[in-house]
């Protein structure tokens, strides 16, 4: 005989409860742990540790491959969706866990080893999830507090979580589907408090021996978690549009005013919160071009007679914010590939900003992005050059890369250097 804790007396608790919660994260989590993993290859992080410093992905890497630059707009959606529907499904992943909490304060914790595997898949689901959960909610909102190591816990946690995850689905489905098939769900939006009763006990444990007399309906108790989410995406959502409705992302980082004009969208790390200085990047400024045994030093002036070309891109972060396409200008990566021997099928490159500390100083971008014709060593954005909080003098933008790899404040290309 299992015994619980008098405490959980809720009379909405039970089987069908759980299932409404559960459908929804069977549909929702695999998109959040596809779209993650998109986001991941994203980073090219199988390219050079200076992309990503997971010691070792090993088996778990292998489905890298090299992420594309078009569609241009594919980071934007898929980082989009991953932020968005993460934020939006906190609250069914709360009321889901509220409706089995009884469940996890069991005793025995253990009955028998069947059991005892079973509970130890329910701790690495829910600690999995709750990991996720967290770590991916405090990266967008707290701008990288685990500097270097977030990538690693966020892509080791999720493999911890779903590897569970497809364990409790296999376990759970045929139950869940039973549960559904129980009740009709347009008669429990239509059942007040009055007459809301519990669950029928069953062997799932999870309807309450001793239920309270109910202070809220099933109805009652899904709007609530409904209006949770919906209020979520309100406020989430925006921080991808383009117009005022992106006043709505309240939730979004970087609230920060831009400003108006050709440089006035989204700023990510101002050239003053890493430390750049106005004689940094002033006359003094050069870049160094690198390639096998050649190396050439330009100014901007010299950079700016290079052959310019124009694309028009958006700045997509991994925080799940991005603008819509600015019109970029300045000289294909590939062309200055060609100043140091290596036109034609140029190789990859390592790009490195004056930023001396912090993270996302440099990037290591892929063949194929150097040679999309789109990618360009920006000097000028919307018709006007660049702001200094935008990369002034000089910037790397690349078609459907993620944020972190349009490096600002370029101060050294070195192509065909991995690290
Ligand atoms: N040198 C340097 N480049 C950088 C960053 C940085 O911190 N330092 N942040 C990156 C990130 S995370 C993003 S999302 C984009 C944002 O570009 P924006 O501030 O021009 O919108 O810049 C990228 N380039
Ligand atoms: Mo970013």
Redesign the pocket.
Known sequence: MSHRPPAWRSPLRGPWLTSVFGLILLFGIPVLFVTGLLSYAAYNPDLSPVNDKTPDKGLLGFYLFSWPTHPVWLYRVTQGAHVTLGVVLVPVLLAKLWSVVPKLFERPPVRSLGHGLERLSLLALVGGGLFEFVTGVLNVQLEYVFPGSFYPLHFYGAWIFMGAFAVHVALRFPRMVRALRGRDLRAELRTPVSRTRPEPPDETGLVSPDPAPPTMSRRGALAMVGTGSAALLVVTAGQSLDGPLRNTALLAPHGREPGRGPNG?????TAAA?GIRARDIGPGWRLVVRGPGREVVLTREQVLRLPRHGAALP?A??EGWS?PDQRWEGVRLADLAGLVGLGGRPPGVLVE?L?RH????SVVLRDNQVRDPRSLLALRVNGADLSP???YPARVIVPNAP??H????VARLSFGRSV
């Open positions: 969208f989204q700023i990510n790390k890493v700045i972060c991994v603008t900003s930023q912090g993270s996302f100083r909080d935008h990369g944020g972190v349009n490096t600002k404040w």
